[in-house]
Each structure stands twice: as C-alpha cells, then as structure tokens.
C-alpha cells in the first residue's frame, strides 16, 4: 500500500504552512509546486519544486506526478478537475472539496465569471481570505488525510 502525498499549488497559496503541519502530524510528504518564491525547508518530508514560467506549467506538473489517492490543495478549478480525473483528493484553500458531484458546476460557474469579467458587468473581486477558511481547511484536510490514509 502507498503512502498519500499531498501536492499544493503553491503559487499563492495562503495556507503552506497549516498544509505543513497537518502532514507533519501524519507523517506525508508534501511537495510545492511554483513558478517562483518558495521558501527552503530542512524537513526531509517537504520538497519544492520550480516550474518554468508559463501559463499551466505548475498544473501539470502537479497531474503528472500525483496519483489516485494522493492528495492536491488548489484554488485552480480545471487543475483540481484534472486531479480528480487521476482520482486524487482535491481541496481548496478555503476548506471547499472538489468532488465529481461538484466540479461540473465549478467550471461552469468559472466560465460564467470569466464571461462577466470581460463583458464589464462583473470587476471579479474575490472575498478576501479570512481566519475562518484557514480554520475550515484545517478540519477539512485533516479529514481528507484520514480518508486517503
């Protein structure tokens, strides 16, 4: 049987250090994935990798390398639908699951914004990340590494 990994699209990604310390806890290894601005890590668990620059590089690293089971933290909606595809588990920062019952309407609700966002009749403000998500995706990923293990 395989161990879980646990792969974050860490360019922008507000919640590195709860991902470290949930896997720490339970003993998986994480690897970060960026275009640029990682820091370091002396802990043999934790491993960063640089992409070049480009528009999905750091995406398809991440569906290249995981697996069925594996676990994968992204805010990016058709990175998290082409994780579930190889069967990995998918959350978002904020704690919100990417499912197969609910990755449709992601990327059609994706669609939806983008379209308002170039007709003028949507800015495209995001809600900014408070004390709450980091709290829900604490519990929620506890319990995909309990569900994975």
């Not at 974050?8 to 601005?37: I, Q």
């Not at 676990?71 to 069967?87: C, E, F, H, N, Y």
């Not at 609700?109 to 403000?125: A, I, N, P, V």
Request: proline share 5%; with cysteine; glycine share 8%.
């Amino acid at each position: 049987m395989t161990v879980a990994q646990i792969y974050v699209d860490a360019d922008a990604c507000p919640v590195k250090d709860e991902v470290v310390r949930v896997a720490g806890r339970h003993g998986l290894a994480v690897t970060f994935v960026a275009n640029f601005g990682l820091r370091p890590s002396r802990d043999p668990m934790i491993r960063n990798v640089m992409v070049p620059q480009g528009a999905d590089a750091a995406d398809d690293w991440i569906v290249e390398a995981c697996t069925a089971g594996d676990i994968v933290i992204t805010a990016d909606i058709p990175l998290a639908s082409r994780a579930l595809a190889k069967g990995a588990h998918v959350l978002g920062p904020t704690g919100k699951p990417f499912t197969e019952a609910s990755i449709g309407m992601a990327l059609a609700m994706r669609e939806l914004s983008q379209h308002l966002r170039e007709t003028g009749e949507s800015k495209g403000y995001n809600a900014s990340f408070s004390a709450r998500d980091r709290s829900s995706f604490l519990q929620a990923l506890d319990q995909v590494v309990q569900r994975a293990k």
